[in-house]
């Protein structure tokens, strides 16, 4: 099987990439010299915006990428949102809680202070609203969790400091929400 064509090849490139990619890298895969590579990226980009394809050569950070046209994002607004999340249980929103108001914290911690598992710190880790802040100098150097970025913007937070008070020492107004 031969090597695709320089327009072909420098398309493949820039999408494989994910990021700007220099003259001189495509150069390299193109195996000719920068003003040639350049020349490629020109004609490619004209072959783009001349076949109304749906993606444009964008030059920026010293480099090249392929993007969608300005006028289409409109349009694509739908895709490019992240499906909702399912509702997190209530013993999630407990263990979220009790991390959010009490971090750093341990698993063992947690589990003391709901009177229960917290089996569902995976889950909030995978959402991204808890995270691994370090570890502990308790026996066993157990992990010590804290809330993410992620976790203030889901809740409309700006900083930590924005929390409700804690009236009763109880978790459980929070999950009226």
């Given at each position: 099987?031969?090597?695709?064509?320089?327009?072909?090849?420098?398309?493949?490139?820039?999408?494989?990439?994910?990021?700007?990619?220099?003259?001189?890298?495509l150069g390299?895969?193109?195996?000719?010299?920068?003003?040639?590579?350049?020349?490629?990226?020109?004609?490619?980009?004209?072959?783009?915006?001349?076949?109304?394809?749906?993606?444009?050569?964008?030059?920026?950070?010293?480099?090249y990428r392929?993007?969608?046209?300005?006028?289409?994002?409109?349009?694509?607004?739908?895709?490019?949102?992240?499906?909702?999340?399912?509702?997190?249980?209530?013993?999630?929103?407990?263990?979220?809680?009790?991390?959010?108001?009490?971090?750093?914290?341990?698993?063992?911690?947690?589990?003391?202070?709901?009177?229960?598992?917290?089996?569902t710190v995976?889950?909030?880790?995978?959402?991204?609203?808890?995270?691994?802040?370090?570890?502990?100098?308790?026996?066993?150097?157990?992990?010590?969790?804290?809330?993410?970025?992620?976790?203030?913007?889901?809740?409309?937070?700006?900083?930590?400091?924005?929390?409700?008070?804690?009236?009763?020492?109880?978790?459980?107004?929070?999950?009226?929400?």
């Amino acid at each position: 099987m031969s090597a695709p064509g320089h327009p072909a090849l420098v398309g493949a490139a820039l999408l494989a990439a994910g990021r700007p990619v220099t003259l001189r890298e495509l150069g390299q895969v193109l195996g000719v010299s920068e003003d040639a590579a350049l020349r490629v990226v020109q004609d490619f980009t004209q072959r783009l915006a001349q076949a109304e394809l749906g993606f444009q050569v964008e030059a920026v950070a010293g480099g090249y990428r392929l993007v969608v046209p300005p006028g289409t994002a409109p349009h694509l607004a739908p895709l490019l949102s992240p499906p909702p999340l399912p509702a997190l249980s209530s013993a999630a929103l407990e263990v979220l809680a009790v991390i959010a108001y009490r971090q750093p914290v341990t698993r063992v911690e947690i589990e003391a202070m709901r009177g229960g598992s917290a089996s569902t710190v995976v889950t909030l880790q995978e959402r991204e609203l808890v995270k691994v802040v370090g570890r502990s100098e308790a026996v066993g150097q157990p992990l010590l969790y804290g809330t993410t970025e992620r976790f203030l913007l889901e809740f409309g937070l700006t900083t930590l400091a924005d929390l409700p008070p804690l009236d009763s020492g109880s978790f459980a107004h929070l999950l009226r929400s």
